[in-house]
Structure formats: C-alpha cells, structure tokens
C-alpha cells in the first residue's frame, strides 16, 4: 500500500490551497480515510476525513474553511483549504484503513499513511 500526498508548497495568507492524496493498492471506495497534520513543535492532529459509508467530517477548529472529497475512479482523495492562515502551516499527511469506519483522532489506530506535503504559508 503507498499513499503518496501532493499540492503542497508556499501559499499566500488568505489563498485556497488543494492537496491530493493517491493511493495504490489501497482504495478509498468503502474504506475511511483522514487528512492530518503537523505544525513545527506541535503533535500531529486529524484535519478532516472521509469515512467508509463517504460521509465527510471535518475538525471543529477548521470548520467553515475546509472541504473533504475523494475521486474513486482516480483513487485520489482531496483536502481544500480556504482562507489559509499562517497557523496553517505544518506538514500534511493522508493515512488510510481498512478497520477504521469513520473520523478518529486516535493517530496510531490508522495502518496506512503517505510522507507527507508540508505547507507554508506566508503573511
């Protein structure tokens, strides 16, 4: 299994921001999947997730800035960020799982995650 995350980079206060998450030999299509990330210093924390039934969720603390969505005939998943702030800066990562069957904060019960794309955002 290789999730491999993309769309990363440096972004401006304020602009939208896409990253991508394809996955081989692993398919978000009845599996659940969740978008994390890690800010210098800080633990790492779920953002928003896909579960096994396709239903969205997203973290409390990015509500109202961030949409969720998967492709299942190019097995990509989406995160969209709008309105990035400095705070938004971190590493990003996908994980994905085939026991899991909706949105957990609880990190270490996902099997399958990809490097990672960081995102810097500039003020």
């Known amino acids: 299994v290789q999730l491999v995350e993309s769309g990363g980079g440096l972004v401006q206060t304020g602009e939208?921001?896409?990253l991508s998450?394809?996955?081989s030999e692993f398919a978000f299509d009845g599996n659940a999947m969740i978008?994390?990330?890690q800010?210098?210093?800080n633990q790492r924390e779920a953002v928003?997730?896909?579960g096994s039934d396709?239903?969205?969720h997203v973290a409390t603390f990015m509500k109202g800035r961030v949409t969720v969505s998967s492709d299942n005939a190019k097995n990509t998943a989406y995160l969209q960020i709008q309105a990035v702030r400095p705070e938004d800066t971190a590493?990003?990562?996908c994980a994905?799982?085939?026991v899991m069957l909706g949105f957990s904060g609880y990190l270490g019960a996902w099997t399958f995650w990809g490097q990672g794309t960081q995102v810097t955002v500039s003020s």
């Open 54 to 56: 396709g239903s969205s």
């Open 39 to 41: 800010a210098p210093g």
């Open 48 to 50: 928003a997730g896909i």
């Open 91 to 93: 590493v990003y990562y």
């Open 16 to 18: 939208s921001l896409t």
């Open 35 to 37: 978008w994390v990330r």
């Open 96 to 98: 994905g799982d085939t």
């Open 21 to 23: 998450c394809t996955a």
